[in-house]
């Protein structure tokens, strides 16, 4: 399986200066999809940046893919990311004391 990377993307410039870039990054997320390599992608509510997850063989593949961004390449918001490893089944924790567990 090829490995997992997490980018996050927060904006830093004005909305109105990062205007043309977002629409890059939503092109650049939707060419992402389009190749097989976007697992998942989203924006945060208030418009300041997006986290999403993608496939890229090594640490060198991933960061070029985090660099592409229009956002990023312009230098219009702070980015990192991540190896993000999936967790397949999610064991059962007692719920702490004095809280009501829900199903």
């Known amino acids: 399986m090829t ?13 109105d200066a990062a205007a043309e870039a977002i629409a890059g990054h939503l092109a650049h997320l939707r060419d992402l999809r389009d190749r097989g390599v ?12 997006f986290l999403d997850l ?12 985090a660099r592409s961004s229009p956002l990023v390449d312009t230098a219009l918001a702070a980015w990192s990311f991540w ?13 702490p004391t004095g809280s009501t567990q829900r199903p």
């Open 3 to 15: 490995p997992l990377w997490a980018r996050l993307i927060r904006i830093t410039a004005a909305p």
């Open 54 to 65: 993608y496939e890229a063989a090594d640490l060198r593949d991933a960061e070029a893919i």
């Open 83 to 95: 190896r993000w490893d999936e967790i397949g089944d999610i064991p059962q924790f007692p719920a």
């Open 38 to 49: 976007l697992r998942g992608a989203g924006a945060f509510p208030g418009g300041d940046g």
